[in-house]
């Protein structure tokens, strides 16, 4: 056969690439009713994070430069705490995607039997998933080095040494990141080490968010607070992490904007990015044909919770059977897909952080009043309402968009499709109730507020928990994702940002009505006077009326969307 | 017990379902047959409640479906063509849910349910996830659920998909025993062999429209086909291109 081996195929990372690059291309041209609008209320507000980011950090850069002796220092701190964030995010995100990209992604049965050669399967897979991972911290990235670069007056030059550094800071953790992996797949199956790695992953953000907080940052604004400057300025002094690309971008970037411009960190990047690359090749060459094989093998076998499935059965039964079958089966598909119920570690941590901030909140002492200990407790209601929207966006609104491959099911059963979300609601709103009133709880004793505020917040708490619920099955509902089959990216849609959206307005309605009559009550505390009967009915009850119309509205349109769904 | 009356259903300008008028009656294992595309699928998916059709009836088991589409989707069972079901659960949660859909449990649907997967060998796997599931199990087990609430009527699209042939002689079996005791089936397949040798009648569409419905013998006469086979009569009336030159097509 000399002509076919004359002849023999080769097809090019770009060819590997293509189809990834015409779906996209497809995905951006699709004639979609109200695609134009959505993409400018997206380049809306992404601009408006990319201004806010821009701004805040410029007037803190200006005001740095304005410190004599400490100003550098403070801005190298800013700069080493943000990048080694970023790399930390880079790390973690390339692990999670190299899995799909690597392992378990749909093209891979027909690249893998095409005679591709295994160099270029590496490159195409490796620049998927560095592109895939690595495009929201570059998006952050933007403002900030511009930030920087502005305050600093970095010149003309200073973005190209800003890309020449941040490419091969981008490329380390993907290739970190894919080669871990790879070394999981090869010890685990690639099902199992989905669940090891989401429970890690999450595990890993929550304990850098919790260390972070528990080290209390703050002090380093407050030098006070050191015994002497000297041990201030080594604090700001000591490189954090010398080994890091993140500790390399930070030095290159800090020495071209003391116009002390230094290569060695410029060069550090790019020979440890090469020297990855080929090292990472090696690994892929010698452990991914294994590691693929092993990656075919079906998922998880038996069941856990036959126990809890019998105690269900007893503890939902009079719901009736429908009812207690629907609830059964989504706390049974919660409680058995790890990339859900993991984020519940998450969860805690944000819980704890939150609980924490409140503990240290400077609420003794000279010049706190009465007024002010009892509007914090108001004002918390704010915080929590967001913290419980974000989790209502994580755990409920993806969940009518999870049923989209089964929805034939749903469909052509007798099943009304209000028991359905009803279920579903319930099935949400419960735990996330529970939690709301714990939070409200903790925090008001921490703070020892008044009864009267005791009772406000708790009831607000709950009516707008409810709200917050009914508003994300409904959104969920009316932007359905039917085929993304990964439950974490739903939230992070455009029905998600409306959400939230939405429920920045329900927060805010709710606190603007009932503030008068918590104002009143205050004064009336305060200052002897009257508080006014019709002042309390009429705020709070448009604030009853407004959680309940926000609960039931949602849930009624999603009804009719759900009824109208073809597929 | 299929009554379908002037059926259209349009997506945009496109007409996938064209007008079409059937009558199934109680007991009748009912073949509808077609090229790709030519309206099956979604014909059977209007009958089980999923589409809503653009214009015209669909009654089943004597119920208006959109009228009363619980009281139809009742008496009625649907097996898709792409097992998709909850990764998540148990062979027999599965079936439990399903019950639970038509507000069916008790010693009784669990009996069903056992009988059910013992007959296509998947008792050895009613405890373990479905995600762990061949493509051919998570059909048996679909073609399971639909008749775990004893349904008076079952729709079927495409049902031999992914079996193994002991499964395929197993539907066989079971389907013609379930229309001997009186309830109903629908079904589309590509394959006309088994159309041939399980339909009492067969409708044969194509671009949306009936060409022709009846038993074998009155497809052949309105074929004017003598006594070829389904295949000669399928080719003849979907007009489909059977005589391309296969040569020309491999040296091409």
Same mark, same amino acid.
């Given at each position: 056969?000399?002509?076919?081996?004359?002849? !023999?195929?080769?097809?090019?990372?770009?060819?590997?690439?293509?189809?990834?690059?015409?779906?996209?291309?497809?995905?951006?041209?699709?004639?979609?009713?109200?695609?134009?609008?959505?993409?400018?209320?997206?380049?809306?507000?992404?601009?408006?994070?990319?201004?806010?980011?821009?701004?805040?950090?410029?007037?803190?850069?200006?005001?740095?430069?304005?410190?004599?002796?400490?100003?550098?220092?403070?801005?190298?701190?800013?700069?080493?705490?943000?990048?080694?964030?970023?790399?930390?995010?880079?790390?973690?995100?390339?692990?999670?995607?190299?899995?799909?990209?690597?392992?378990?992604?749909?093209?891979?049965?027909?690249?893998?039997?095409?005679?591709?050669?295994?160099?270029?399967?590496?490159?195409?897979?490796?620049?998927?998933?560095?592109?895939?991972?690595?495009?929201?911290?570059?998006?952050?990235?933007?403002?900030?080095?511009?930030?920087?670069?502005?305050?600093?007056?970095?010149?003309?030059?200073?973005?190209?040494?800003?890309?020449?550094?941040?490419?091969?800071?981008?490329?380390?953790?993907?290739?970190?990141? /894919?080669?871990?992996?790879?070394?999981?797949?090869?010890?685990?199956?690639?099902? !199992?080490?989905?669940?090891?790695? /989401?429970?890690?992953?999450?595990?890993?953000?929550?304990?850098?968010?919790?260390?972070?907080?528990?080290?209390?940052?703050?002090?380093?604004?407050?030098?006070?607070?050191?015994? /002497?400057?000297?041990?201030?300025?080594?604090?700001? !002094?000591?490189?954090?992490?010398?080994?890091?690309?993140?500790?390399?971008?930070?030095?290159?970037?800090?020495? @071209?904007?003391?116009?002390?411009?230094?290569?060695?960190?410029?060069?550090?990047?790019?020979?440890?990015?090469?020297?990855?690359?080929?090292?990472?090749?090696?690994?892929?060459?010698?452990?991914?044909?294994?590691?693929?094989?092993?990656?075919? &093998?079906?998922?998880?076998?038996?069941?856990?919770?036959?126990?809890?499935?019998?105690?269900?059965?007893?503890?939902?039964?009079?719901?009736?059977?429908?009812?207690? &079958?629907?609830?059964?089966?989504?706390?049974?598909?919660?409680?058995?897909?790890?990339?859900? @119920?993991?984020?519940?570690?998450?969860?805690?941590?944000?819980?704890?952080?939150?609980?924490?901030?409140?503990?240290?909140?400077?609420?003794?002492?000279?010049?706190?009043?009465?007024?002010?200990?009892?509007?914090?407790?108001?004002?918390?209601?704010?915080?929590?309402?967001?913290?419980?929207?974000?989790?209502?966006?994580?755990?409920?609104?993806?969940?009518?968009?999870?049923?989209?491959?089964?929805? @034939?099911?749903?469909?052509?059963?007798?099943?009304?499709?209000?028991?359905?979300?009803?279920?579903?609601?319930?099935?949400?709103?419960?735990?996330?109730?529970?939690?709301?009133?714990?939070?409200?709880?903790?925090?008001? @004793?921490?703070?020892?507020?008044?009864?009267?505020?005791?009772?406000?917040?708790?009831?607000?708490?709950?009516?707008?928990?409810?709200?917050?619920?009914?508003?994300?099955?409904?959104?969920?509902?009316?932007?359905?994702?039917?085929?993304?089959?990964?439950?974490?990216?739903?939230?992070?849609?455009?029905?998600?940002?409306?959400?939230?959206?939405?429920?920045?307005?329900?927060?805010?309605?709710?606190?603007?009505?009932?503030?008068?009559?918590?104002?009143?009550?205050?004064?009336?505390?305060?200052?002897?006077?009257?508080?006014?009967?019709?002042?309390?009915?009429?705020?709070?009850?448009?604030?009853?009326?407004?959680?309940?119309?926000?609960?039931?509205?949602?849930?009624?349109?999603?009804?009719?969307?759900?009824?109208?769904?073809?597929? | *017990?299929?009554?379908?009356?002037?059926?259209?259903?349009?997506?945009?300008?496109?007409?996938?379902?064209?007008?079409?008028?059937?009558?199934?009656?109680?007991?009748?294992?009912?073949?509808?047959?077609?090229?790709?595309?030519?309206?099956?699928?979604?014909?059977?998916?209007?009958?089980?409640?999923?589409?809503?059709?653009?214009?015209?009836?669909?009654?089943?088991?004597?119920?208006?479906?959109?009228?009363?589409?619980?009281?139809?989707?009742?008496?009625?069972?649907?097996?898709?063509?792409?097992?998709?079901?909850?990764?998540?659960?148990?062979?027999?949660?599965?079936?439990?849910?399903?019950?639970?859909?038509?507000?069916?449990?008790?010693?009784?649907?669990?009996?069903?349910?056992?009988?059910?997967?013992?007959?296509?060998?998947?008792?050895?796997?009613?405890?373990?996830?479905?995600?762990?599931?061949?493509?051919?199990?998570?059909?048996?087990?679909?073609?399971?659920?639909?008749?775990?609430?004893?349904?008076?009527?079952?729709?079927?699209?495409?049902? *031999?998909?992914?079996?193994?042939?002991?499964?395929?002689?197993?539907?066989?079996?079971?389907?013609?025993?379930?229309?001997?005791?009186?309830?109903?089936?629908?079904?589309?397949?590509?394959?006309?062999?088994?159309?041939?040798?399980?339909?009492?009648?067969?409708?044969?569409?194509?671009?949306?429209?009936?060409?022709?419905?009846?038993? *074998?013998?009155?497809?052949?006469?309105?074929?004017?086909?003598?006594?070829?086979?389904?295949?000669?009569?399928?080719?003849?009336?979907?007009?489909?291109?059977?005589?391309?030159?296969?040569?020309?097509?491999?040296?091409?």
């Amino acid at each position: 056969m000399p002509e076919a081996e004359a002849r !023999r195929p080769d097809p090019s990372i770009s060819l590997i690439l293509r189809p990834k690059w015409l779906t996209a291309r497809a995905r951006a041209l699709a004639n979609e009713r109200g695609r134009g609008a959505r993409f400018f209320l997206l380049s809306l507000i992404g601009m408006l994070f990319w201004v806010f980011i821009y701004t805040l950090l410029y007037k803190l850069l200006v005001y740095f430069r304005g410190v004599p002796d400490l100003g550098p220092f403070l801005a190298g701190k800013l700069l080493g705490m943000i990048l080694i964030g970023f790399f930390s995010i880079l790390l973690l995100s390339n692990v999670i995607t190299a899995l799909s990209s690597f392992f378990l992604a749909r093209d891979l049965d027909l690249l893998v039997a095409a005679p591709v050669d295994w160099l270029k399967l590496y490159g195409a897979k490796l620049l998927e998933t560095g592109v895939n991972s690595s495009w929201m911290v570059v998006l952050l990235a933007v403002p900030m080095f511009a930030a920087f670069g502005s305050a600093y007056h970095g010149g003309w030059l200073f973005p190209l040494l800003v890309i020449g550094v941040f490419v091969p800071f981008l490329v380390v953790p993907a290739v970190i990141g /894919s080669a871990l992996t790879l070394i999981l797949v090869n010890v685990f199956p690639a099902r !199992r080490t989905r669940d090891i790695l /989401s429970v890690i992953a999450v595990l890993a953000a929550g304990g850098v968010v919790l260390l972070f907080r528990v080290v209390r940052p703050e002090r380093l604004a407050r030098p006070e607070g050191f015994r /002497s400057l000297v041990e201030f300025v080594t604090v700001l !002094r000591t490189p954090t992490s010398p080994f890091l690309p993140s500790e390399w971008v930070q030095r290159a970037v800090l020495s @071209w904007l003391q116009e002390r411009p230094s290569l060695l960190p410029v060069y550090l990047l790019w020979t440890t990015a090469a020297a990855a690359f080929v090292l990472g090749a090696l690994l892929h060459w010698k452990l991914y044909p294994i590691g693929f094989s092993k990656a075919q &093998e079906s998922g998880e076998r038996w069941a856990r919770g036959g126990g809890f499935g019998r105690l269900g059965h007893k503890l939902f039964s009079p719901l009736g059977i429908l009812r207690r &079958e629907l609830v059964l089966k989504e706390l049974r598909l919660f409680f058995r897909d790890t990339t859900q @119920w993991s984020q519940l570690i998450l969860l805690t941590v944000l819980v704890i952080v939150y609980v924490f901030n409140i503990k240290y909140l400077p609420l003794k002492g000279e010049g706190v009043t009465f007024f002010l200990v009892n509007v914090i407790p108001f004002l918390n209601l704010v915080l929590a309402g967001f913290v419980l929207a974000s989790i209502a966006a994580r755990f409920i609104f993806p969940s009518v968009s999870l049923e989209g491959r089964t929805l @034939w099911l749903l469909r052509s059963s007798p099943m009304p499709v209000r028991q359905l979300l009803w279920a579903k609601f319930w099935v949400g709103t419960t735990p996330l109730l529970i939690l709301a009133l714990g939070i409200v709880f903790v925090t008001d @004793w921490l703070l020892q507020v008044s009864d009267f505020m005791f009772a406000v917040s708790v009831m607000t708490i709950a009516m707008m928990t409810i709200a917050l619920c009914g508003m994300a099955l409904g959104f969920g509902t009316l932007f359905p994702q039917f085929e993304t089959e990964n439950a974490a990216q739903i939230p992070t849609s455009f029905g998600g940002l409306m959400f939230m959206i939405a429920s920045v307005g329900l927060i805010a309605g709710v606190v603007v009505l009932e503030a008068r009559p918590v104002y009143g009550y205050l004064s009336a505390r305060l200052y002897g006077t009257q508080t006014s009967p019709a002042e309390m009915l009429f705020g709070f009850g448009a604030a009853a009326v407004l959680c309940v119309v926000a609960t039931i509205v949602p849930i009624q349109i999603a009804k009719r969307r759900l009824e109208a769904v073809e597929r | *017990m299929i009554s379908l009356r002037q059926l259209s259903k349009k997506y945009g300008s496109f007409t996938a379902v064209d007008a079409i008028d059937l009558e199934v009656p109680k007991g009748e294992l009912f073949g509808f047959l077609g090229p790709n595309g030519a309206g099956k699928t979604t014909s059977l998916r209007m009958i089980a409640g999923i589409l809503r059709p653009t214009s015209g009836e669909i009654t089943v088991a004597g119920v208006d479906l959109l009228k009363d589409p619980i009281g139809a989707k009742q008496r009625l069972g649907f097996i898709p063509d792409r097992p998709f079901i909850y990764e998540k659960l148990t062979g027999s949660e599965f079936l439990r849910f399903v019950a639970g859909l038509y507000e069916q449990e008790g010693p009784e649907v669990e009996h069903r349910a056992r009988e059910l997967l013992a007959l296509f060998d998947l008792e050895d796997w009613r405890d373990e996830l479905v995600e762990s599931y061949s493509h051919g199990m998570r059909q048996k087990l679909i073609i399971s659920s639909a008749f775990v609430h004893r349904p008076e009527v079952i729709v079927v699209d495409e049902p *031999m998909v992914g079996l193994d042939p002991k499964a395929a002689k197993i539907l066989k079996d079971l389907f013609r025993e379930y229309t001997r005791r009186g309830n109903t089936i629908m079904m589309s397949t590509h394959t006309l062999e088994v159309a041939e040798a399980m339909c009492d009648r067969v409708a044969i569409i194509a671009h949306g429209t009936i060409r022709a419905c009846g038993t *074998m013998a009155e497809l052949r006469r309105s074929a004017e086909a003598g006594t070829e086979g389904l295949e000669q009569i399928f080719l003849r009336l979907t007009g489909e291109n059977a005589a391309r030159e296969l040569v020309e097509v491999l040296n091409a």
